[in-house]
């Protein structure tokens, strides 16, 4: 049984239609690559997931549980971290504060978020504002762990930062993926670098579910018509 899954998904911003049709379903311990260019839909639908985007139609059903009404809070609950595009740190308070805002019972402590990225360790006591944009990712990574998820969605996390920190939050990727049994959705540019950690994939185009299937069935004309500039 699938832990996610969406069916038939439309979404609007007002009068605008945003999504047409969109599908998707991912299981527990799965990472999904969600593709597509700039403006296809990624990030909508990553709203209507966490229920950030109102009144969307179709089906969205999580561990059984159809999201339809919930607020974002109770999908935050039901076991949704989001890692949103942008970091999103609350600039003002410490790494550790930020880090215990939302925490949840579960396996993910301060501690154990320290573990996986020991720059946030050594930064306990630094306000986020004055960490850099790569400490900051792992700030916000670290905090979406921290609520204990059972699906973890990243969206756009390794964008503008230095390669040595995409590195490092690419092995982070790999290691929950490895080591957790919780589900990973992924939005990101790098094929290079999903392909190491994405076990199926979904494009969009122009709002539409236009191919799925496994990451290793993506082939370069497919690359080229949905993802090329």
Known sequence: MSLLSLSGVTAFYGPSQALFDVSLSLEAGQVMALMGRN????????????????NPGGQIVFDGQDLAGLPAFRAARLGIGLVPEG?????????????????RPGDWIAATVAELFPPLAERRDQVAASLSGGEQQMLAIGRALMTNPRLLILDEATEGLAPVIRQQIWAAIAR????????????????AELGTVADKAVILEKGRSEWSGAFADLTPELTDRYLGV
């Open 39 to 54: 403006g296809m839909g990624k990030s909508t639908a990553v709203k209507v997931i966490c229920r950030l985007l109102k």
């Open 87 to 103: 970091r999103r740190c609350f600039t003002n308070l410490t790494v550790h504060e930020n880090l215990v805002a939302a925490a």
């Open 176 to 191: 929950l993926k490895r080591e957790t049994g919780m589900a990973i959705l992924v939005i990101d540019k790098s094929l």
